[in-house]
């Protein structure tokens, strides 16, 4: 059983797939990846899946992992706005 990692404060994104959706961890995240839309699995998409990768494996921190997240997120539009995510 992998080790989550949680996140100091939830991301809320919008995912066409499901509406909205709060990732408080990088086990969250790594799932919430998967549902992303083609057009947003790029550079950003790849650096993002392996720093929380990494976050499990202890090679990183969970704040590298949670930005990382919120910087994908926000590049791909599915970041929540209104609210704190960083």
Known sequence: MIN?????EPITLKLQSVGERKVAS???A???MQQ???RARGRSW????????D?????????EART????AART???????????
């Open 76 to 86: 791909a539009g599915l970041l929540v706005t209104g609210r704190k995510s960083t």
């Open 36 to 38: 992303w839309p083609d």
């Open 46 to 53: 790849r650096a993002t899946y392996r720093a929380c990768g």
């Open 30 to 32: 790594i799932e919430c």
């Open 26 to 28: 990088s086990w969250e």
């Open 4 to 8: 989550d990692v949680p996140f100091s």
């Open 55 to 63: 976050a499990l494996d202890g090679w990183r921190t969970a704040r």
């Open 68 to 71: 990382a997240f919120v910087k």
